[in-house]
């Protein structure tokens, strides 16, 4: 018993894992010159995605791809992306550790 839920674990990190460097490689094409290669914006008017919490990011992506949220370019953007991609994409910049310092 003890062995099979070890196994369920590891079964459930490696997809987690899978899910993050999928995301990772998805973002670095169709993401990245926006809301930059760690989810720091590097477009003035893209907000950070870095650190987001995944339930947020892939939830504002369904808004996006089902029109209930509207923007010129998201909307577009997210209109093709499958539930999967959208859990990936949402894996990978919830993986991103930031660090906040008050000014
Ligand atoms: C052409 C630039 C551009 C690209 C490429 C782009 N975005 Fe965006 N994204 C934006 C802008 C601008 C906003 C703010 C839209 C708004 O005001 O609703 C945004 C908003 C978002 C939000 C909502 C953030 C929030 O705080 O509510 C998410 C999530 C997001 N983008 C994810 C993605 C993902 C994932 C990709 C790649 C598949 C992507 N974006 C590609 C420009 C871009």
Redesign the pocket.
Same mark, same amino acid.
């Given at each position: 018993m003890k062995k099979f839920v070890f196994f369920m674990v590891l079964c459930a990190f490696n997809s987690f894992a899978d899910d993050v460097a999928d995301g990772r490689a998805?973002?670095d094409t169709?993401?990245a010159?926006?809301?930059g290669p760690q989810g720091v914006a590097t477009?003035p008017?893209?907000?950070n995605?870095a650190g987001?919490q995944a339930i !947020?990011?892939s939830e504002?992506?369904k808004n996006?791809r089902s029109g209930k949220?509207?923007?010129e370019?998201?909307s577009y953007?997210?209109k093709p992306?499958t539930d999967a991609e959208i859990e990936q994409?949402?894996a990978w !910049?919830s993986a991103i550790k930031v660090t906040v310092e008050a000014p």
């Open positions: 998805k973002a169709a993401c010159l926006c809301h477009m008017g893209a907000p995605l987001q !947020y990011l504002q992506l996006y949220r509207q923007h370019k998201m953007i997210a992306l994409l949402a !910049y």
